[in-house]
């Protein structure tokens, strides 16, 4: 099966912005809304990957014949970020492919409505909407409202380009439903000890995984903890 090509090459970077450009201006506001733009490139190219593999995946496992190489991945990196083999009695593994698959059809429907959705706030609006929950010592890129909107700051154009694109995907996994949140991070003790009904409610999971099932298909997670990337 062809995919589209998102083997992690990066889009053109996103220009500096001059130190001279206010917060906030007609400038910057542009500079921003072109950074989201050139991410949601990537952003959906992973997200396409990942219907068209967990839709791999799920006629696989729907028919219990041998999976091929494409479905291996899929089913290893379900396995990796959802936990598909730690689910609860009376769910096969195809009915999890399932609900993952229905959720990132929700990611996908998203983007697609990004320009009523997606919104640029100056710097004095992101604190007063996000200190409660971050605190004042984080970056804070952009963060959503669950199926209301998603707000970009003026940190995200600085973010390399895979780490915009998976905050894009991570945001839009917000959006979709209100339970999903940062609850185990995107990696360490805590998210391998993930069960499907939890990982399914953790943030990170979705673009590590449309990550995952991308070409060249490397466990390689961007966000955050890689700004640079």
């Known amino acids: 099966m062809n995919l589209p090509v998102a083997d992690n090459e990066s889009p053109d970077p996103v220009p ?5 450009v206010l917060e906030g201006s007609a400038v910057d506001i542009e500079l921003r809304r072109q950074a989201v733009d ?3 490139l990537l952003a959906a190219a992973w997200i396409a990957n990942s219907l068209r593999m967990l839709a791999l995946g799920r006629r696989v496992l729907e028919a219990d014949r041998e999976p091929g190489h494409l479905e ?10 959802f936990h598909t083999d730690q689910r609860g009695a009376g769910l096969s ?3 999890a492919i399932n609900m993952i698959e229905w959720n990132f059809q929700l990611i996908s429907r998203a983007l697609s409505m990004s320009d009523s959705i997606f919104a640029y706030v100056d710097g004095e609006t992101a604190v007063q909407n996000t200190r409660g929950y971050f605190g004042s010592e984080f970056k804070v890129p952009a963060y959503a409202y669950a199926v209301s909107s998603i707000a970009f700051t003026a940190d995200f154009p600085g973010l390399g380009p895979k780490c915009r694109a998976a905050v894009i995907i991570h ?3 917000h959006f979709i439903d209100a339970r999903i949140r940062d609850i185990a991070g995107a990696k360490g ?5 993930l069960d499907l009904a939890s ?5 990170h999971c979705y673009p590590n995984f449309a990550i ?3 070409p060249p298909f490397l466990d390689d997670r961007f966000g955050m903890m890689r700004p640079e990337n």
């Open 72 to 81: 291996k991945i899929v089913l290893a990196a379900a396995r990796t970020h």
């Open 189 to 193: 003790a805590a998210y391998c000890s």
């Open 16 to 20: 500096e912005i001059p130190e001279n």
């Open 93 to 95: 593994e195809s009915d």
């Open 199 to 203: 990982a399914l409610f953790n943030v």
């Open 171 to 173: 945001q839009l996994a």
């Open 38 to 40: 050139d991410a949601k």
């Open 212 to 214: 995952n099932v991308s």
